[in-house]
């Protein structure tokens, strides 16, 4: 019995040590956090951050997905790295015409109901404005990074950051209220263990309303 209970802690310790020793300390969250707000202070969820440092580790480029329902894109803003590809299925009764007229991806998704087009390749960093011909107040965003991090601020305005190298690194904070063209960015430097909180003035117009049909109306009114 003592023989096995050698056997077994030896076994379990040498477990834990071949766990260890697979864990890079470069994938270990720290303590590093952003935290964003309008200018009024209140957290501001779904900004997009980027911070840029040395880092070799490769990128997640499987298909995402942004889906049509209620005459609404789903998620509203996506992150990807460059090079990943991005499906839109229509999960609508009605047919939609998905297109972006962005500098960092122009695309036209005609016409269609069941049958998804064939994936969008994006392989150019920047903001994608995403459209609808048919829907007009329909709207998305999709962020295509080539930071080594970057993340979307969760219902507090935080991000979390990795285990960052020694020095300051370069900031990047994106919201869709930040500008009308979409295109701005708030920039600034953090460095390891610090805590930055971001503020943004956000002067983009107010999202216009949903129009619906009479038909629309009276189904609402309805239920």
Not at 189 to 212: D, F, G, N, Y
């Amino acid at each position: 019995m003592v023989y096995l209970k050698r056997a077994y802690w030896a076994l379990l310790c040498g477990g834990a040590s071949l766990v260890l020793l697979s864990v890079s300390p470069d994938t270990l969250a720290s303590d590093t956090r952003i935290s964003v707000s309008d200018s009024n202070g209140e957290p501001l969820s779904n900004a997009v951050v980027e911070v840029y440092f040395p880092y070799s580790a490769s990128r997640d480029t499987s298909v995402k997905q942004i889906y049509q329902r209620d005459a609404a894109f789903h998620p509203e803003v996506l992150t990807i790295p460059v090079n990943s590809q991005v499906t839109f299925p229509n999960e609508d009764t009605t047919r939609h015409h998905v297109f972006s007229f962005s500098d960092a991806k122009t695309f036209d998704l005609n016409l269609y109901l069941n049958e998804t087009p064939p994936p969008v390749h994006f392989d150019t960093p920047g903001v994608v404005v995403l459209g609808c011909n048919i829907h007009d107040h329909m709207q998305a965003f999709i962020v295509v990074s080539d930071a080594p991090f970057y993340a979307m601020t969760d219902n507090n305005g935080q991000v979390v950051l990795p285990s960052l190298p020694p020095g300051e690194h370069r900031v990047r904070v994106w919201h869709q209220r930040l500008h009308d063209s979409q295109q701005r960015w708030w920039e600034g430097e953090i460095a390891p263990t610090e805590q930055l909180s971001v503020p943004l003035e956000l002067r983009a117009t107010p999202k216009p309303p949903e129009k619906l049909s009479p038909l629309q109306q009276r189904f609402r009114e309805a239920t």
